[in-house]
């Protein structure tokens, strides 16, 4: 069982930038796939991407890639979304999650889950 951890959240204003990090305090998640799912109030979750152990990159809305960026840091073993030209929509909590069968399927697929970080965007 992995316990992961997301950070980087906050209250920012339409148009700027946040960084997300997941990572876990548990051995290590460089051979797993993570995902990063999002869920805005009174809303369903939805994936936003997902990144492989092999670096390969799965955006489940074609309109996320423009502004968010997935990547991985191996020697940290970490997990990153960058996410710029942040809009009002995109408020909502943000989760990591992690596949043991390293696939970036739907979100059932996911087992291991974090807490969430809080994302708010309001001018």
């Known amino acids: 069982q992995a316990q992961l951890s997301e950070s980087g959240g906050g209250l920012v204003q339409p148009g700027d930038s946040l960084k997300l990090s997941c990572a876990t305090s548990?051995?290590?998640?460089?051979?797993?796939?993570i995902g990063w799912f999002r869920q805005a109030p009174g809303k369903e979750r939805e994936g936003v991407a997902c990144?492989?152990?092999?670096?390969?990159?799965?955006y489940y809305e074609d309109s996320m890639k423009s502004r968010f960026t997935i990547s991985r840091d191996y020697a940290k073993s970490t997990v990153y979304l960058q996410m710029n030209s942040l809009k009002v929509e995109d408020t909502g909590a943000y989760y990591c999650?992690?596949?043991?069968?390293?696939?970036?399927?739907?979100?059932?697929?996911?087992?291991?889950w974090g807490q969430g970080t809080q994302v708010t965007v309001s001018s």
């Open positions: 548990s051995g290590t998640l460089n051979y797993f796939s």
């Open positions: 999650a992690l596949d043991w069968a390293n696939q970036c399927g739907p979100a059932a697929y996911f087992r291991e």
């Open positions: 990144i492989k152990s092999s670096g390969d990159i799965t």
